[in-house]
């Protein structure tokens, strides 16, 4: 019996790391953002360093946080184009109910975020209950969106939130104490080597193929690096920002959401086949419902975030190509187009890839248009694996539906 | 989800049947899409122990009906009898918890999902709240070699099976959990000759422990390997209903063709 769970590559479900015959998985990305680095590290000999690292994290973790619901609803096979003008509106929201309706710092935020889940429950059920594609419903999103900024922000048009606000504070200044950074990276590892010693004496009782130990100390230890020296590095300088820690935290739980319960298992099943997903009893538009609340409640989460990080919200907030960044960073990550397959940590991939051009870029001193085009690229590359592998896959495939 | 039973009650029941209450019964189901009536007051009944088998020309409606037992087509009209209890199919999930188990013609599989994940799809076992990979891999090696399959790797999405392997793998997925009716549409139609002897002893097996079984097929072998019962579907309506030991090839042929035959009857209940 060949065939375990950690031959299945990661858009199938599998580990971050996982591979499967004819799939590039994760490779293609982490190869970009390499070659990224060291060629604009040839170039300014700032781009490494520790406080830039800083500053890119910080600027990836809003992003971030609203490419990761970009992924969730691009695995159910939809689109939302309305991400940025959601994280506006959030934005424009928390500034204005904060600083001039007065109300408690954190009924703003909770209200921003659940308005946010509002518009996707509206989204969810225009397009399962109507039909209507949410290409279309997403875009009239955006419309009204944007319209509803503007009327709250007002006449001036600029709300400033006070810088000694947490959200401000936890926004700019918050970082991890390093002990506190290593305790958290300790407490992964220990969770991930219990979880893959547990599972691996499972199925050892279940005579089923399962990874040598010293697999399972390999993989710990490409961990333990992959998480240890990014923490070390950036505790040279300011840390790892409170928002970066929130941006992985909830990566971390989609992931485990995705690949770990039914929920997970159906959004994929759904974003491969509805019609099989339907058959096989699965509650579809519960399915779509979830993912596109999921969708604008990061989204305004993040527009909530960026508010704290500028200290201010105005009508420019989630506006201009932010949408189109996020959805760039989903796919550029690794998360399919055609729905089906993707992974919660092409949110981090793929940010990561758009900041480092963006920083690097500004470092060189470039204009933004040379920005536009070289993103622009990586995302046609990004999207031209993405349908070969997935031919590659289908021409094995036999029958198809 | 709910039970409701928002298709056309009124209808009469139909021919009562002989010994035995059928586990699944159809009575007086009508169906159209658009102007293509795929189904004229047809009545079937499934009985424990019992292997029927719905052969038909293409287009002739068996899909539609085993898409109406699946619960993926609400009928028009007519109704649906299970354990003597009219209800309303209207979700594949409620199909499904009442047993009855279905092959899709097109197999209804996730091409991004791998084995296993096909195999429960929408039944998941779980451990604790979260998905039990070690279990429901264990369990899909077993169902899986009970077929014969041959298959690499249970972790492989279903894309890069051959079509025979795909379409053990649907079958597997509708013999997890028991099921009391075993609806299957087409199920040899991509298979070897190994595979195809083994899906047929499955199917006896099946009936042999008691339960129900639906054989939609084009394969004449096949159905005269298993089947109790012939129910001939033509253009829609029920044009015969033969018992399988008695009836002879040539009469099924004539009954699907609609060329008269000598010994053709018309009947909506069993013979036997
Ligand atoms: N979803 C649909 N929309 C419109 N017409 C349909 C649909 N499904 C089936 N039909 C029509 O209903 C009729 C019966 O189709 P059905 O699929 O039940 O036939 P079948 O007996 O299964 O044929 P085959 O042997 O080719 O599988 C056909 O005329 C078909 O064109
Ligand atoms: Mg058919």
């Known amino acids: 019996m060949s065939g375990t769970a950690l031959d299945l590559s990661w858009r199938h479900g599998g580990a971050p790391w996982g591979r499967w015959r004819g799939e590039p998985g994760p490779w293609p990305v982490i190869g970009a953002l390499v070659v990224l680095s060291l060629v604009f590290q040839a170039v300014n000999g700032n781009f490494l360093s520790a406080d830039n690292l800083v500053n890119l994290t910080l600027q990836s973790a809003s992003l971030g946080i609203i490419t990761l619901g970009v992924v969730l609803v691009l695995m159910v096979g939809q689109i939302d184009l309305s991400v940025g003008a959601v994280s506006g509106l959030a934005a424009a929201v928390v500034a204005v109910g904060f600083v001039q309706q007065g109300w408690p710092l954190w009924v703003a935020v909770l209200t921003a975020v659940l308005l946010g889940a509002g518009i996707g429950g509206v989204y969810g059920l225009l397009t399962t209950r109507l039909g209507l594609p949410s290409f279309v419903v997403t875009l009239a999103g955006l419309l009204v969106a944007v319209g509803l900024q503007v009327r709250v922000l007002g006449s001036t048009g600029s709300v400033n939130l006070p810088y000694e606000s947490w959200l401000v504070r936890f926004a700019q200044q918050t970082f991890l104490h390093p002990v506190a950074s290593y305790a958290v990276v300790a407490l992964v590892l220990a969770a991930y080597v219990g979880s893959r010693l547990l599972e691996r004496r499972r199925r050892v009782e279940a005579e089923l193929s399962a990874a040598s130990l010293p697999t399972v100390a390999g993989r710990a230890a490409v961990l333990a690096v992959v998480l240890l020296v990014p923490t070390w590095y950036l505790n040279t300088d300011r840390g790892v920002g409170a928002m970066v820690a929130l941006f992985v935290g909830l990566v971390v739980v989609a992931d485990l959401l995705l690949r770990r319960t039914a929920w997970g298992r159906s959004v994929r099943a759904v974003g491969s086949n509805v019609d099989s997903a339907r058959r096989a009893g699965i509650a579809v538009r519960r399915v779509y419902v979830t993912c596109f609340m999921a969708c604008t409640a990061l989204a305004a989460l993040g527009g909530v975030l960026s508010a704290g990080r500028l200290a201010a919200a105005n009508q420019g907030t989630g506006g201009s190509d932010l949408n189109l960044t996020a959805i760039a960073a989903a796919v550029i990550g690794g998360t399919s187009l055609f729905g089906g397959r993707g992974s919660a940590w092409s949110a981090v991939l793929g940010v990561l890839v758009i900041q480092a051009i963006s920083s690097g870029l500004t470092l060189l001193n470039v204009d933004s248009s040379v920005r536009y085009v070289v993103t622009g690229v990586v995302l046609a590359l990004a999207v031209t694996i993405d349908a070969v592998s997935r031919r590659r896959s289908e021409a094995g495939g036999g029958v198809r539906r | ?272």
């Open chain 2, 1 to 272: 989800m709910s039970a409701a039973t928002d298709h056309g009650a009124g209808h009469g029941s139909g021919p009562s049947t002989t010994a035995g209450t059928p586990v699944l019964s159809l009575r007086g189901v009508s169906h159209s899409f658009g102007a293509v009536r795929a189904l004229v007051d047809v009545d079937l009944d499934v009985h424990p122990r019992e292997v029927v088998a719905v052969v038909g020309d293409n287009g002739a409606g068996k899909s539609t009906l085993v898409g109406i037992m699946a619960g993926t087509i609400v009928p028009d009209a007519g109704e649906l009898v299970v354990d003597g209890q009219e209800l309303g199919l209207t979700s594949p999930g409620l199909a499904r918890q009442l047993g009855i188990a279905t092959v899709f013609q097109d197999l209804a599989l996730c091409d991004d999902l791998d084995v296993v994940e096909n195999l429960y799809l929408g039944q998941e076992l779980r451990r604790g709240g979260v998905l039990d990979e070690v279990a429901m891999e264990r369990e899909a090696w077993r169902v899986l070699s009970r077929l014969g399959a041959r298959v690499d790797s249970v972790r492989a999405p279903v894309a890069t099976l051959s079509g025979g392997q795909r379409q053990t793998v649907a079958i597997a997925r509708a013999l997890l959990g028991d099921p009391r009716v075993l609806v299957l549409d087409e199920p040899t139609a991509a298979l070897g000759v190994t595979q195809t002897a083994e899906v047929l002893t499955t199917i006896e097996r099946v009936r042999d422990s008691g339960h129900g079984v639906v054989l939609v097929s084009h394969n004449m072998a096949d159905v005269q390997a298993v089947a109790d019962r012939v129910v001939v579907l033509r253009r829609g309506r029920l044009n015969g209903d033969f018992d399988a030991e008695q009836a002879s090839y040539e009469d099924i042929i004539a009954a699907i063709t609609g060329v008269s035959a000598p010994r053709r009857r018309r009947t909506a209940g069993e013979d036997a």
